[in-house]
């Protein structure tokens, strides 16, 4: 049985358009700092394994602001429970001329065993139980975690809409926020959707 790894119903709802036999794991994993989604990801998804003992999917989303350098990007959850996403449209209203941005996603499996190579990308190291298990050679490189990428290129507006999560009222896509399409409109080009495409194409197989 696959479980993804949330606490929120609109993520798992777009999961089980994609995916068979889903179940949710609410579990608080520890969030590591960084200025990538794919280590967050994947730290999670081990994590996440050594807690379910089984398959776990993990995913790790953010707004990326081409004006703000990328800006809140690995840091969205953050900035959006402390500064609030009204907030981070005046700022983009105010600062920015050029208002495009996107919505990147970065899904994170693992369940214990080996990959084949692959386009998709492999993480195979784990280094924050290294450090905690004194740096050993080998800590924590017994859990690869496979990785799968989704991303959708829009612009920021004033906010929008009722439906949605996040940032989805301050985020247009093809003159549309995300938070005035249905669900179905929504999943079908959200980057989420697009990296869970990806990940149900190669689970089929696995």
């Given at each position: ?74 840091y969205s959850a953050f900035v ?127």
């Open positions: 049985m696959l479980r993804y790894v949330t606490t929120n119903d609109g993520k798992l709802a777009e999961a089980n358009e994609y995916l068979d036999e889903v179940t949710r794991l609410d579990f608080d994993y520890t969030e590591i700092q960084a200025d990538d989604l794919a280590p967050v990801a994947a730290h999670g998804a081990r994590e996440a394994y050594r807690r379910a003992d089984g398959p776990v999917l993990v995913d790790d989303a953010g707004l990326f602001v081409e004006g703000f350098d990328g800006f809140p990007g690995p959006e429970d402390t500064l609030g996403v009204e907030t981070v449209w005046r700022l983009a209203d105010a600062e920015l001329d050029d208002r495009r941005a996107a919505f990147r996603c970065v899904l994170a499996y693992c369940d214990g065993e080996p990959f084949d190579a692959s386009p998709d990308p492999i993480d195979r190291a784990d280094r924050v139980v290294a450090a905690a298990e004194a740096d050993t050679e080998d800590a924590g490189t017994d859990l690869p975690v496979r990785l799968f990428g989704g991303v959708v290129r829009g612009k920021l507006v004033a906010p929008r809409g009722d439906g949605g999560f996040g940032y989805d009222p301050i985020f247009a896509y093809d003159g549309t926020t995300m938070a005035e399409m249905e669900p179905a409109e929504k999943n079908a080009i959200s980057h989420r959707g697009r990296a869970l495409e990806k990940f149900a194409e190669w689970y089929a197989q696995r």
